[in-house]
C-alpha cells in the first residue's frame, strides 16, 4: 500500500515571494487586457516601420546599381569629348542629365551630376552648368575639390 506523503511545509519568506510573483502577474495580465488594442497596433505599427525600412534600403541599393550601370554606359562618350551625345543619350543609352536627374540622390547619380556640369560648362552653357555644379554633393576627393 502506497503511503501518502505529508505536503511539504513552506515557509513565510516563500510564501510572501509567491504572492507578490503571482500578484504582479496578474496586474501585468490585467494591464495587458486593458490596453491590448493599443499594445497590438503599437506593435503593428513598429512592423510597418521595420519592413518600410528595410523595402527602403533594398530600393536605395537597386537605385545605385542602376545609376553606375547608366553611368557607365555613357561616360565613354564624355571621356571622348562628344559632351552633347553624352549629355542627351544616344540610343538607348540615358545621357548625363537625365542619370543625374533620376538618381541624384545615389552616388553614381551625384557623380552624373558634376560630369554633366563640366558637360554643359564646356558647351559654354554657364548657367545650366552651374544648376548641376550646385546639385553635385562635394566630399573630400578629388571631384569635390574641383567642382
Known sequence: MPMLKAPRK???????RQDAVVSGFSKLESLYERYRTL???AAALLLIIIFAGIGYTFYRQNQ?????D??????????QGQYREA????????????????????????LANFYAADALFRLNEKEEASRYFRRFDKTEDFVGASA
Open 10 to 16: 513552506i515557509s513565510r519568506r516563500q510564501e510572501l
Open 39 to 41: 499594445l497590438i497596433g
Open 64 to 68: 545605385g546599381v542602376k545609376a553606375a
Open 70 to 79: 547608366h553611368l557607365g554606359a555613357i561616360v565613354r562618350l564624355y571621356e
Open 87 to 110: 549629355l542627351d543619350g544616344v540610343e538607348d543609352k540615358l545621357g548625363l542629365l537625365e542619370i543625374a536627374d533620376r538618381f541624384g540622390s545615389t552616388k553614381d547619380g551625384n
